[in-house]
């Protein structure tokens, strides 16, 4: 097995290994696609060279990576490109050539009004190019590959199915580094070799909604209202234990065990711009404050419940409101709190702070409420 075979290996083996282990970071993705592709004409160089074309090919890649919050993720993708030769200096060729690919990706989310998320992003990596029966170059055909650095160019769009599936589409252009081929006697070859590529595919994020909300009485209590850069904490409530009325006189009464005090849930909010995901100052300055009692009473544990107004589209809104969550989720993580201690809902515009006719761009709808059971 060649070396970067093996690499291919190994990263999809700790990529299955990092799923099955960190299932319950909402942060997770993992996804799949499928698509077109097209190898523009290179030249070959030496006297086994020429111009070469390319008939239109397929593609498949899988990958494995990380929603950060604030518009950005960052995957490791595994992906192949298979064309067949069309002609070599003019002459008609058969024969295959391969691209196989180990890339960094990191993507950035355009915000927009609109119900499906531009984005666009960067990847580097390594490609093992090959040319399978590749002929005729000079007579001769290659059986040769050859591993170089690559990188790509990514643009597209994805559109929110559920709180945590994602159909999206995008278009690569691709591109290695010079790659170098011995024919089949003896001689060398060097050539580029890049694609233009359409993909359709489907990306699955871990955790999602699936954690139950924290009530108390059916709904949750005390919720703190920050606005104008003022916090005011709703205090635990004590419930006094009942005493049974007794009858004078009592001989050797019987002590009744008190019940332990119940506190209920403590909650905040933290407000967002119009269409945004990233947090103001007044809203870090919240989360710190969360932060600082979370750790004063010893919770290590924190919800978080994305809403918007209902000034876009109801799937622009639920995708607006997870991407919010996360935002607060990174800031508690920044704090020290582990970001597999912090559950995530996206609500959407579904369950509005102020629910009057004609306020869809109501402020105190662009929030996230901050659970601390």
Avoid: C
Wanted: hydrophobic share 40%.
């Amino acid at each position: 097995m060649s070396t970067i075979p093996k690499m291919f290996t190994v990263g999809l083996f700790m990529g299955a290994l990092t799923v099955s282990s960190v299932h319950a970071d909402e942060g997770l993705y993992a996804g799949v696609a499928v698509g077109f592709t097209k190898a523009p004409d290179t030249t070959a160089s030496g006297p086994s060279g020429g111009k070469v074309k390319f008939d239109n090919g397929h593609m498949g890649a899988v990958f494995v990576g990380h929603d950060y919050g604030s518009n950005i993720w960052a995957e490791v993708e595994l992906a192949r490109r298979a064309t067949d030769l069309k002609s070599v200096a003019g002459n008609i060729a058969s024969g295959e050539a391969l691209a196989t690919s180990l890339m960094i990706n990191v993507i950035y989310d355009v915000d927009v009004d609109l119900p499906v998320t531009p984005y666009v992003g960067i990847g580097l990596g390594v490609a093992q190019v090959k040319m399978d029966g590749a002929s005729p170059f000079g007579g001769v055909s290659i059986n040769d590959s050859a591993v170089v650095g690559a990188f790509q160019a990514i643009v597209g769009a994805r559109y929110a199915l559920t709180d945590q599936v994602d159909v999206f589409g995008d278009y690569r252009y691709f591109k290695t580094a010079d790659v170098d081929l011995s024919t089949q006697n003896g001689g060398t070859t060097s050539m580029d070799f890049s694609t233009h590529s359409g993909l359709l595919g489907l990306r699955y994020s871990f955790g999602g909604s699936s954690a139950a909300p924290v009530t108390s009485n059916g709904e949750d209590q005390g919720v703190l209202q920050a606005d104008k850069n003022t916090a005011a904490v709703v205090e635990p409530v004590q419930m006094a234990a009942m005493e049974p009325a007794v009858k004078e006189p009592v001989a050797k009464p019987i002590p009744e065990q008190t019940k332990p005090a119940r506190t209920l849930p403590e909650a905040y909010v933290v407000y967002f711009v119009l269409n945004k995901a990233e947090l103001t100052p007044e809203g870090h300055t919240i989360i710190q404050q969360v932060a600082d009692n979370a750790k004063a009473m010893e919770i290590t544990r924190l919800h978080l419940t994305g809403h918007t107004d209902r000034s876009g589209k109801e799937d622009y809104n639920l995708e607006l409101s997870k991407r919010r969550a996360a935002a607060v989720r990174v800031a508690f993580v920044a704090l020290g709190f582990e970001s597999a201690n912090i559950s995530i809902r996206a609500k959407g515009e579904t369950v509005p702070e102020i629910d009057i006719q004609g306020h869809e761009f109501e402020p105190k709808n662009r929030r996230v409420e901050i659970v601390l059971p």
